[in-house]
């Protein structure tokens, strides 16, 4: 045995510690167990205790990296480093924005963005440098799949009752920050929400879940079949009561990307899956498919449509003024315009070196997690890598037609994924170098 593997097996007997994924444990908790609408109200729009965690995150990393006396042993990472050029981008139309005159509700829509971003990007950070293996980050890839097979569960428990089931919940030490939505309907039917504020953002948030949910259950086979499957089955059947096209759409976008790495046999048996699930769905609940159809076939005259169409004339008016680097983020407020489009939105808050800056962010994880998959060997490793691509696909997916970064649960599971996406990336390639140092000890 060699040196390193007989110091690995020493460190697999000591007892466990906490680390990364303790921390983004706590995390995902406080993301998706409590309801976004409670805040530590001292903080308001900044106060949710996952938005607390976040920050706490970043100081953490912070801390970690001045700490350290030696030159990084990972070397280059590319998602760590668009990150931080994506945080550099946003902190110049920050710097705009104070430049010229601003309205009061926009001051503090601008100081309240730049403290979401810092909480994001410590969860992404943490994400992608906390983590000490790969076998911790499956666990905390578990973690997020059983996080979110509760929430479809809670989703579907919603739609059948036609109650919210969690307008009762209080928490010593936080206080809502807004009236409780309660639940809305949609085409006859109750729409779900779960803990989130929207259920646009539920579906987000499941759409991005599910096809990392499949990756586990057709490879994670260490694990019984039912702690595999269930989650699955309780986020796809979650997928259309949220009728929502833009879960309709990121459900399609992440699948497609999950399941074209599957051999054809598995392919064959998803695309049973997913008829018996329509048949399903067509006998238990009667008008469901022909109220999601036409979601599609009567866009031309959806008001929710319409007005993501009609928001392109005043959005580029807006760009015009300040092309580069837009007006600050989170400076253009819901009263002047919803526009159901992240992407559109960004490009009037954050100009054109903003936007192109969180592209690339996004471009750059799936790239790199894509070419690891490519480079492990099959079972999980090679799943785990295509799921994280899938569900990155799926988040990206559903800010075309949302304005994800609005709602806390949504934006901060996307990076969420992000940083893990770059975990894996890190994590394979420093795997791949011990392995070839076992082997040319051995030699």
Same mark, same amino acid.
């Given at each position: 045995?060699?040196?390193?593997?007989?110091?690995?097996?020493?460190?697999?007997?000591?007892?466990?510690?906490?680390?990364?994924? /303790?921390?983004?444990?706590?995390?995902?908790?406080?993301?998706?167990?409590?309801?976004?609408?409670?805040?530590? $109200?001292?903080?308001?729009?900044?106060?949710?205790?996952?938005?607390?965690?976040?920050?706490?995150?970043?100081?953490?990393?912070?801390?970690?990296?001045?700490?350290?006396?030696? @030159?990084?042993?990972?070397?280059?990472?590319?998602?760590?480093?668009?990150?931080?050029?994506?945080?550099?981008?946003?902190?110049?139309?920050? +710097?705009?924005?104070? /430049?010229?005159?601003?309205?009061?509700?926009?001051? $503090?829509?601008?100081?309240?963005?730049?403290?979401?971003? !810092?909480?994001?990007?410590?969860?992404?950070?943490? #994400?992608?440098?906390? +983590? =000490?293996?790969?076998?911790?980050?499956?666990?905390?890839?578990?973690?997020?799949?059983?996080?979110?097979?509760?929430?479809?569960?809670?989703?579907?428990?919603?739609?059948?009752?036609?109650?919210?089931?969690?307008?009762?919940?209080?928490?010593?030490?936080?206080?809502?920050?807004?009236?409780?939505?309660?639940?809305?309907?949609?085409?006859?039917? /109750?729409?779900?929400?779960?803990?989130?504020?929207?259920?646009?953002?539920?579906?987000?948030?499941?759409?991005?879940?599910? =096809?990392?949910?499949?990756?586990?259950?057709?490879?994670?086979?260490?694990?019984?079949?039912?702690?595999?499957?269930?989650?699955?089955?309780?986020? #796809?059947?979650?997928? =259309?009561?949220?009728?929502?096209?833009?879960?309709?759409?990121?459900?399609?976008?992440?699948?497609?990307?999950?399941?074209?790495?599957? @051999?054809?046999?598995?392919?064959?048996?998803?695309?049973?899956?997913?008829?018996?699930? &329509?048949?399903?769905?067509?006998? /238990?609940?009667?008008?469901? %498919?022909?109220? *999601?159809?036409?979601?599609?076939?009567?866009?031309?005259?959806?008001?929710?449509?319409?007005?993501? &169409?009609?928001?392109?004339?005043?959005?580029?008016?807006?760009?015009?003024?300040?092309?580069?680097?837009?007006?600050?983020?989170?400076?253009?407020? =819901?009263?002047?315009?919803? %526009?159901?489009?992240?992407? %559109?939105?960004?490009? +009037?808050?954050?100009? +054109?070196?903003?936007?192109?800056?969180?592209?690339?962010?996004?471009?750059?994880?799936?790239?790199?997690?894509?070419? &690891?998959?490519?480079?492990?060997?099959?079972?999980?490793?090679?799943?785990?890598?295509?799921?994280?691509?899938?569900?990155?696909?799926?988040?990206? !997916?559903?800010?075309?037609?949302?304005?994800?970064?609005?709602? @806390?649960?949504?934006?901060?599971?996307?990076?969420?994924?992000?940083?893990?996406?770059?975990?894996?990336?890190?994590?394979?390639?420093?795997? #791949?170098?011990?392995?070839?140092?076992?082997?040319? *000890?051995?030699?």
């Amino acid at each position: 045995m060699s040196v390193a593997a007989l110091e690995r097996l020493r460190a697999g007997r000591r007892p466990p510690q906490a680390d990364g994924v /303790t921390v983004l444990t706590v995390y995902l908790i406080a993301l998706t167990c409590i309801p976004s609408r409670l805040v530590l $109200s001292p903080l308001g729009g900044a106060g949710s205790p996952a938005g607390v965690v976040g920050l706490g995150c970043l100081a953490w990393w912070i801390w970690s990296r001045a700490q350290r006396s030696e @030159p990084d042993p990972d070397g280059f990472q590319p998602v760590r480093w668009a990150f931080i050029l994506m945080a550099f981008a946003f902190s110049a139309s920050f +710097i705009a924005a104070m /430049t010229r005159p601003i309205a009061g509700e926009e001051f $503090s829509g601008a100081q309240l963005g730049m403290v979401l971003v !810092a909480g994001w990007g410590g969860v992404l950070l943490v #994400a992608h440098d906390g +983590i =000490p293996s790969l076998e911790r980050l499956y666990v905390l890839l578990r973690r997020v799949v059983a996080a979110g097979g509760a929430m479809a569960t809670l989703g579907i428990a919603q739609f059948v009752t036609g109650q919210p089931l969690v307008d009762g919940i209080s928490i010593p030490g936080l206080s809502s920050n807004h009236t409780m939505f309660g639940l809305t309907e949609r085409e006859g039917f /109750t729409r779900p929400s779960g803990m989130a504020t929207h259920p646009i953002e539920y579906g987000a948030v499941i759409t991005m879940i599910l =096809p990392l949910a499949l990756a586990l259950a057709f490879s994670d086979t260490s694990r019984g079949a039912l702690r595999r499957w269930f989650p699955v089955l309780a986020l #796809a059947i979650s997928v =259309p009561l949220s009728i929502s096209r833009s879960a309709l759409l990121s459900a399609v976008v992440g699948c497609l990307v999950i399941i074209l790495s599957w @051999p054809p046999a598995a392919r064959r048996i998803a695309a049973a899956g997913a008829a018996v699930m &329509t048949v399903g769905v067509y006998i /238990t609940v009667p008008g469901m %498919l022909g109220s *999601l159809l036409g979601l599609f076939t009567g866009i031309g005259g959806d008001s929710s449509a319409l007005s993501r &169409t009609g928001s392109y004339p005043i959005a580029f008016e807006f760009v015009e003024k300040s092309p580069l680097f837009g007006r600050g983020f989170s400076t253009f407020l =819901p009263k002047y315009r919803i %526009l159901d489009n992240q992407f %559109l939105g960004l490009l +009037i808050e954050v100009g +054109i070196v903003g936007l192109a800056a969180f592209v690339a962010l996004i471009v750059t994880a799936l790239v790199c997690v894509l070419r &690891t998959r490519r480079r492990v060997g099959d079972g999980l490793p090679r799943q785990a890598a295509q799921g994280l691509a899938a569900a990155v696909a799926a988040g990206a !997916a559903s800010l075309a037609v949302f304005d994800g970064l609005s709602f @806390p649960m949504s934006a901060g599971l996307f990076f969420l994924m992000l940083g893990m996406a770059g975990a894996a990336v890190r994590l394979s390639r420093h795997e #791949a170098a011990v392995l070839h140092s076992d082997v040319s *000890l051995e030699v």
